[in-house]
């Protein structure tokens, strides 16, 4: 049982080009999220997804899109990517409660540091 | 807009010296208050959730409390394993993508 992993783990990007971030879940959760984490900061919501198919706009959505083709897995891509993107980026899942909202606890992945220059 | 305030930001403290974290917080109909470890290169770990004031859990050298203001994450007797970054975060009604987290408080355990 592998949690939630990442890949890549580290990756350096010239402004504008453009990169897919990968997160994978084996523990069947239906809530999936991307964060970035920047020093001084909270971990900031990027995009989430309450199930296969389905995405949703976080608290820093601008320059990033993401996809949810198959449960386990959820991908944030950056279509140009700018220095002001430098982070590091860490994907969370979570069980998904049925019955409407509920406190979810996050598991989280290790992170993918990204550095644009 | 919910806000998570974590003092101190930095914490020294020799091993077995006892000590407490403050995490304060504003939101509007607490649903769920989480504390988080994180290891330097990682990702966060889940400790703790508390649902309402008055309520309290323990782990291992860890308990935190939870008022309707803030919450304390008490460390008894610290080791040096003990060492990280520990993350404050609350759910407020906006359901599961409202989560707020805090900067945190990074712990220093020296032997």
């Known amino acids: 049982n592998a949690g939630v992993t990442q890949t890549p783990k580290f990756r350096v990007l010239k402004t504008g080009q453009s990169m897919t971030l990968l997160c994978a879940q084996d523990m069947n959760h239906e809530y999936m999220y991307w964060y970035r984490q920047d020093p001084g900061m909270g971990l900031r919501l990027i995009h989430y997804s309450v199930g296969e198919g389905t995405t949703a706009k976080g608290e820093v959505p601008d320059g990033y899109n993401v996809s949810r083709l198959k449960k386990q897995n959820f991908l944030l891509g950056l279509e140009s990517a700018a220095p002001s993107q430098t982070s590091v980026y860490f994907c969370a899942s979570s069980p998904g409660l049925a019955g409407g909202w509920s406190q979810e606890t996050q598991y989280f992945g290790p992170g993918t540091r990204l550095l644009v220059l | 807009e919910d806000q998570v305030t974590q003092s101190p930001e930095a914490l020294r403290l020799q091993e077995g010296e006892s000590s407490s974290l403050n995490c304060s917080y504003t939101v509007s109909g607490l649903r769920g208050l989480f504390w988080y470890r994180q290891d330097p290169g990682k990702g966060p770990e889940f400790l703790f959730t508390?649902?309402?004031a008055g309520e309290e859990k323990e782990k291992e050298r860890l308990k935190a409390t939870l008022t309707k203001k803030e919450s304390f994450l008490h460390i008894t007797a610290p080791k040096p394993e003990d060492s990280a970054t520990y993350l404050c975060a609350v759910q407020g009604p906006g359901g599961y993508q409202k989560v707020t987290f805090g900067i945190g408080t990074k712990l220093q355990v020296i032997p």
């Open positions: 508390l649902y309402s």
